[in-house]
């Protein structure tokens, strides 16, 4: 499978390539140029296979040319050792709960599934030494920085906004020292995307170095989240609630940020997943919203909020879905909707779930859960996507929701940690520099 840039200015690059690049060097996102369709025999007893049958199937249609059977079956298999399930909340609205996997948040898969990617391609070529740079808005670090822990030949630097992520979220990556360096950058998300983005564009750095991506922007941290999509499918179709009349009534909606996560689940609809319909739900951070009401996409710089992970104000995704869509605004508007929700919108929509189903909603659900309320249709099921277990908002959610819910142990064992950071400027000189000495 050859990959080529969105920016359509840079050479096709291979899976390899592609993967260890991160970025293409015309400052474009990698797409695979062929998008294969899964046959209908496999749609028909989808639910009859486990999450990782799925998976696999799924991963053999993107990288199986690439990778070889057994080492990419392994790679799947290992990668999901854990279960998504997806949970009643009410009448025809599920919760599928992605924070199941060792950081309990949706990005494990992604993570851990590139990680060992890398990994292979490594041993190929007995190559080492290979830095990932990742910005964070909050579960993206920890979920890199746990999936690539101890790998051999691989070094993680995690970027992330100081003051603007949980500290049971800042406790996932900067107490793990081994590999793992965490940096405290004085700034918001956009601004440490912007320094790793600059850092895949400078000459000096990538001779000094090998560089690539572990954020939504590398090919083979987004794909892997259209596992999630396949096997939500697949329970609520187990459970005897879709394909009424064999026609889809599904409809999925994704808290979104940078919009790796919805963009996977688009790529599962071109293979011939059969949803019915995507709905985004941003925060205040509602660019792609705006979007999708005038057909004009102007980035703006990220505000705060309670839904940190969301605060992304140019989604580096956007340029795959305009490019799926060949820049079509009426056929992505035909199968995408839009929702955007402020604070007290959020806290109100997480107090009233609770009190009237017993559900907890993390801040980034509760934009999930509201937009599928308030939009779902007569004879449509719908399914919104958990993207993090509440535990990592505690001090938020126990406030909204007046409890005091439980700490897995998980993240208890994070939080006895001691924080290893390094502060940096929001100065693209200072990052080099840094990184030059490394």
């Not at 605060?311 to 995408?336: C, Q, W």
């Not at 929509?349 to 249709?377: F, S, V, W």
């Not at 535990?391 to 064992?413: G, H, M, S, Y």
Request: hydrophobic share 40%.
């Amino acid at each position: 499978m050859k990959y080529y840039s969105t920016n359509k200015n840079a050479e096709t690059a291979t899976l390899h390539e592609a993967v260890v690049k991160g970025l293409a060097p015309d400052k474009g996102l990698y797409m695979p140029e062929i998008i294969n369709k899964l046959p209908k025999e496999f749609y028909d007893h989808i639910e009859d296979l486990s999450f990782q049958e799925i998976a696999y199937k799924v991963a053999n249609a993107f990288f199986g040319e690439d990778v070889e059977p057994e080492a990419l079956k392994k790679i799947v298999y290992d990668t999901l050792a854990f279960d998504v399930p997806a949970v009643k909340v009410e009448d025809n609205i599920y919760s599928l709960e992605l924070f199941h996997g060792p950081t309990l948040a949706f990005k494990d898969v992604g993570a851990r599934f590139m990680a060992r990617l890398l990994q292979y391609f490594v041993k190929q070529e007995g190559a080492k030494d290979i830095n990932v740079l990742v910005a964070t808005s909050g579960d993206t670090g920890s979920a890199v920085a746990n999936g690539f822990l101890g790998v051999d030949g691989i070094h993680v630097y995690v970027l992330y906004p100081k003051g603007k992520v949980s500290k049971i979220q800042e406790s996932q990556f900067t107490t793990l020292g081994q590999n793992i360096t965490a940096l405290e950058v004085d700034g918001v998300f956009d601004d440490c995307q912007a320094l790793v983005k600059k850092a895949f564009m400078d000459k000096e750095l990538n001779k000094h170095m090998k560089l690539t991506s572990a954020n939504s922007i590398n090919v083979a941290r987004f794909l892997p989240q259209a596992f999630y999509y396949f096997y939500a499918y697949a329970q609520l179709k187990k459970a005897n609630i879709l394909e009424r009349n064999n026609k889809s009534n599904l409809v999925v909606c994704v808290p979104s940020g940078n919009f790796g996560n919805i963009c996977a689940g688009l790529f599962g609809y071109k293979m011939g997943l059969p949803i019915k319909r995507f709905i985004a739900a941003n925060n205040a951070n509602d660019i792609f919203y705006k979007y999708l009401k005038t057909g004009e996409y102007n980035p703006k710089p990220s505000v705060q909020t309670l839904a940190n992970a969301m605060d992304v104000g140019d989604p580096s995704n956007f340029a795959r879905i305009y490019d799926l869509f060949e820049g079509s605004h009426k056929d992505i508007t035909s199968l995408i909707s839009g929702a955007t929700y402020t604070d007290e919108q959020i806290k109100e929509t997480m107090n009233q779930c609770y009190n009237e189903t017993k559900y907890i909603l993390d801040p980034h659900g509760a934009c999930g859960y509201r937009a599928l309320k308030e939009n779902l249709e007569p004879g449509e099921v719908g399914i919104f996507l958990e993207t993090a277990h509440p535990a990592k908002f505690k001090e938020k959610v126990d406030d909204i929701i007046n409890q005091d819910i439980d700490i897995p142990t998980r993240l208890a064992e994070f939080m006895k940690g001691k924080k290893q950071s390094i502060n940096m400027p929001n100065d693209f000189n200072a990052f080099k520099s840094f990184l030059m000495k490394a």
